[in-house]
Nanobody, 126 residues
Framework: QIQMVESGGDLVQAGDSLRLSCTFS????????RGWFRQAPGKEREGISC????????VYQESVEGRFTISRDDAKNTIYLQMNNLKPEDTAMYYC???????????????????WGPGTQVTVSS
């Protein structure tokens, strides 16, 4: 059973940085890509970044590209999301997921394995 726990969310000011962490259990690290999602109040959950395991290829949603960086620590079965120059519109609950589309191509956000973790709240004040 795939499980994940997100952490690192906080209340910050616009322009600040945060690093989110997500630790997986119940999966073989090499069998999945890894993704970050977020859900703002009143909006649908959206995929914002994906990391292909074998190639290391990364994909970002346009709204976060250049500000967010996804990375991983295979020894800890953990991925990270470094978020710089945060904006109020980044306010959301952030989630991670195992992705079955291993190369993160196309609609990778529609190819998840397992459920959702508890998420971690990021709030950016202006």
């Amino acid at each position: 059973q795939i499980q994940m726990v997100e952490s690192g969310g906080d209340l910050v000011q616009a322009g600040d940085s945060l690093r989110l962490s997500c630790t997986f259990s119940g999966i073989n690290a090499a069998d999945f890509a890894r993704g970050w999602f977020r859900q703002a109040p009143g909006k649908e959950r959206e995929g914002i970044s994906c990391l292909a395991f074998h190639s290391g290829n990364t994909v970002y949603q346009e709204s976060v590209e250049g500000r967010f960086t996804i990375s991983r620590d295979d020894a800890k079965n953990t991925i990270y999301l470094q978020m710089n120059n945060l904006k109020p519109e980044d306010t959301a609950m952030y989630y991670c997921a195992a992705i079955t589309r291993l190369d993160c191509r196309g609609s990778w956000w529609d190819h998840r394995a397992g459920g959702w973790g508890p998420g971690t709240q990021v709030t950016v004040s202006s």
